[in-house]
Nanobody
Framework: VQLVESGGGSVQPGGSLKLSCVGP????????LGWYRQAPGKECELVAT????????YYSDSVKGRFTISRDNAKNTVNLQMNALKPDDTAVYYC??????????????????????WGHGTQVTVSS
């Protein structure tokens, strides 16, 4: 089961981007979903997660108030609206699905990019 991200790109500090992830081929509405990122030389980190209904969300402290995660179970998609972007947000962003809602922590689910229930990532670069 593979997820597919889109929407990455290059933007100046203070700008916005919207990432999308589509997940065909499994019971999408039964899974918690999350966005994760990895910058060069750094460990994979949790960015934001949402439960299977879309009613509960969790954000890392570094993006709280700037990023918004949402999902549309009818379209098997999860989105990440990123505003007020900073150079520190530069990373490859991944979406991943898990049977449970991740409501805390900082790390990434087991498996990694390209594994089942992971995408291959989309690059986000924030620079002037």
């Amino acid at each position: 089961v593979q997820l597919v991200e889109s929407g990455g790109g290059s933007v100046q500090p203070g700008g916005s981007l919207k990432l999308s992830c589509v997940g065909p081929g499994f019971t999408f509405k039964s899974y918690g979903l999350g966005w994760y990122r990895q910058a060069p030389g750094k460990e994979c980190e949790l960015v934001a997660t949402v439960d299977n209904t879309g009613g509960s969300t969790y954000y890392s402290d570094s993006v709280k108030g700037r990023f918004t995660i949402s999902r549309d179970n009818a379209k098997n998609t999860v989105n990440l609206q990123m505003n007020a972007l900073k150079p520190d947000d530069t990373a490859v962003y991944y979406c991943a699905a898990e049977p449970q809602f991740r409501s805390g922590g900082t790390g990434c689910p087991a498996g990694g990019p390209g594994s089942d229930y992971w995408g291959h990532g989309t690059q986000v670069t924030v620079s002037s």
